[in-house]
């Protein structure tokens, strides 16, 4: 098994770590880590070493090295086959596994069919129980629930708990969270830790039990004869009409806000248009709006990924890569899904194979699988 230097700008996680290189031994692995792969995150190469893995100089007989690799493991392995020239060096049927972006990327799909390569997308692991521990979107979405408040705490001008001082009562901010799913959660639960009154809208009127179990009020989303379900663990698209509903609710809510976290997304598709700019002129100036959906197109009209923008006196906060700001937590949690994702392939893989094979059947495998070519001495 292969660890790269990971090669997107900005990525500062690494897909092992000295803990889940130990933890694959034990199974029997063989795992090779290029210098300076964990630099980033904390992780030095000595450490990577002492772990029992054996290091690797990009710059000595690269493609030599990749050529002996069943397993390549990444973060942002789309990066990586797009742009690391070694992933020709491959053999047919070794697996590429990571964070592919494989809604509507046939290009690389077709990339690495023509090199016979399997590849596993984690972005597509099903949310069943067997495969939570497995779940690198949402480990890397608690991250980013957590940093976005921080961010937003510290835009804001204004204290977030209340506070009794000789000068009279500080009021608590307000926070208004839309979507509670993973990344929505844990910005509710952060947010109340920092003595925040919270506010939570979905358009999953079942949410509403999550969220007063960790202290939020939740805004029960519009009534319509059809109101959004949910479908693998997300929701599912709303109607225009509903979404221009909910916007008119959140309007009278935006209008209280002192910072405002956006964390709705569906799957594959854009993320859905929550407030416009009509609606961010009923916010308080120096309010703050904390945009994680920006890459996905983003919850509020006017957010740019990676970067602050003032719209009516209200701070729009780009926030697409908060789990790269983690680096070390971020990393640890990523390698133990990836490594809990390994053991499982390694469990359903017969005893006398040479090479790893993927059980077809296995629901978390066919839920993930984005290219298949069957490894050389066995049928997959």
């Known amino acids: 098994m292969l660890v790269p230097r990971e090669c997107r700008p ?95 990327n046939d290009a690389l799909k077709q990339q690495l069919s023509e090199r016979r390569l399997s590849a596993l997308a984690l972005e597509l692991l099903p949310r069943i129980s067997r495969a939570q521990t497995m779940d690198v979107l949402s480990s890397q979405a608690n991250i980013a629930g957590y ?8 835009a804001l001008d204004r204290y977030v708990p209340m506070l009794m001082t000789a000068a009279g009562t500080i009021q608590p901010a307000r926070a208004l969270i839309l ?31 999550q969220v007063e179990s960790l202290g939020g009020r939740f805004i029960a989303p519009p009534q319509q004869e059809q109101q959004p379900g949910e479908s693998g663990g997300y929701a599912k698209q709303a109607s225009d009409a509903f979404l221009a509903e909910q916007r008119r609710q959140l309007t009278e809510q935006l209008a209280l806000a002192d910072m405002v976290i956006c964390t709705a997304q569906v799957p594959g598709r854009p993320a859905p248009r929550l407030i416009d700019d009509a609606m961010l002129q009923h916010m308080r100036p120096g309010s703050v709006v904390v945009d994680l959906a920006v890459a996905q197109g983003g919850n509020c009209e006017g957010t740019q990924p990676g970067t602050s923008v003032w719209r009516n006196g209200v701070q729009l906060i780009g926030a697409d890569q908060l789990p790269c700001t983690v680096a070390n937590h971020a990393s640890a ?24 094979q993927l059980n077809l059947e296995d629901p978390i495998v066919s839920g993930c699988l984005f290219t298949h070519h069957a490894a050389a001495g066995g049928a997959a």
């Open 10 to 104: 900005g990525e500062t996680r690494v897909a092992a770590t000295p803990e889940t290189v130990r933890r694959l031994s034990a199974r029997g692995c063989s795992l090779q880590v290029e210098l300076g792969a964990g630099a980033a995150s904390g992780f030095d190469d000595a450490a990577y070493g002492e772990a029992g893995a054996e290091l690797l100089d990009p710059a000595a007989g690269a493609a030599e090295q990749w050529g002996q690799a069943d397993v390549v493991l990444a973060v942002q392995a789309a990066a990586i086959a797009q742009q690391r020239q070694e992933l020709a060096a491959l053999r047919p049927g070794s697996l590429l596994l990571g964070l592919l972006e494989p809604h509507a």
């Open 147 to 154: 940093k976005a408040v921080l961010l937003a705490s510290a």
């Open 179 to 209: 979507g509670a799913g993973v990344a929505g959660l844990q910005a509710l639960a952060t947010a109340r830790r920092l003595g925040a009154v919270v506010y939570v809208s979905d358009v999953r009127a079942a949410a509403k039990e």
């Open 333 to 356: 949690l990523y390698a133990r899904n990836v490594a809990a994702l390994l053991e499982h392939l390694l469990e359903s893989c017969p005893a006398d194979a040479s090479a790893l």
